[in-house]
T-cell receptor, first 113, second 114 residues
Framework: AQSVTQLGSHVSVSEGALVLLRCNYS??????LFWYVQYPNQGLQLLLK??????LVKGINGFEAEFKKSETSFHLTKPSAHMSDAAEYFC???????????FGAGTRLAVHP | DGGITQSPKYLFRKEGQNVTLSCEQN?????MYWYRQDPGQGLRLIYY???????QKGDIAEGYSVSREKKESFPLTVTSAQKNPTAFYLC?????????????FGPGTRLTVL
């Protein structure tokens, strides 16, 4: 079955520290993978997407993610956290068999001074 | 500016009432989607439509209905049969349903049942 798992529902980092949000997927076919960010009471905004070109994908706001097929992972990173990065982050996978996005449960990132 | 609009932003409903949430897009996208978001559960797909006059049930369609009479509009009706409708509802669209392209999201409607 196709699924997306985000490890850690809450992550807390200090301002300036590395941000690492984990995402693992399960898929029998090469996946399309996405990271979205959601600020409180707002819709989702696309951070970056992997569509089988480069395995290291750069997105907006200094975020990037690396697709690792051997580990079935697509972790999101940012070298230095800003207070404005505090939000909820969703990893998603496109399911071609069902023509829909499968979302992880989300990770809420807190950034403290 | 192209984008997706949802209205209203906040909606209050009495038990037993049907209510319709609006979703409009001017991106010329073929596919549109409705999601429900509850704390700690991520997004769950309610209905989606890949083309005008056609739509399919998602994972949690019970108690909801949709229509797709125009390409730019995909309203969602929350019926009295939906047992726990209080949630944040998100509408999205994509160029085409089957190409794996990203979905663009509206700002959401927060529905509260009193």
């Amino acid at each position: 079955a196709q699924s997306v798992t985000q490890l850690g529902s809450h992550v807390s980092v200090s301002e300036g520290a590395l941000v690492l949000l984990r995402c693992n997927y399960s898929s029998s076919v090469p996946p399309y993978l996405f990271w979205y960010v959601q600020y409180p009471n707002q819709g989702l905004q696309l951070l970056l997407k992997y569509t089988s070109a480069a395995t290291l994908v750069k997105g907006i706001n200094g975020f990037e993610a690396e697709f690792k097929k051997s580990e079935t992972s697509f972790h999101l990173t940012k070298p230095s956290a800003h207070m404005s990065d505090a939000a909820e982050y969703f990893c998603a996978m496109f399911s071609g068999g069902y023509n829909k996005l499968i979302f992880g449960a989300g990770t809420r990132l807190a950034v403290h001074p | 500016d192209g984008g997706i609009t949802q209205s209203p932003k906040y909606l209050f409903r009495k038990e037993g009432q049907n209510v319709t949430l609006s979703c409009e897009q001017n991106l010329n996208h073929d596919a549109m989607y409705w999601y429900r978001q509850d704390p700690g559960q991520g997004l769950r797909l309610i209905y989606y439509s890949q083309i005008v006059n056609d739509f399919q049930k998602g994972d949690i369609a019970e108690g909801y209905s949709v229509s797709r009479e125009k390409k730019e509009s995909f309203p969602l009706t929350v019926t009295s049969a939906q047992k726990n409708p209080t949630a944040f509802y998100l509408c999205a669209s994509s160029i085409s349903g089957g190409t794996g392209g990203e979905q663009f999201f509206g700002p959401g409607t927060r529905l509260t049942v009193l």
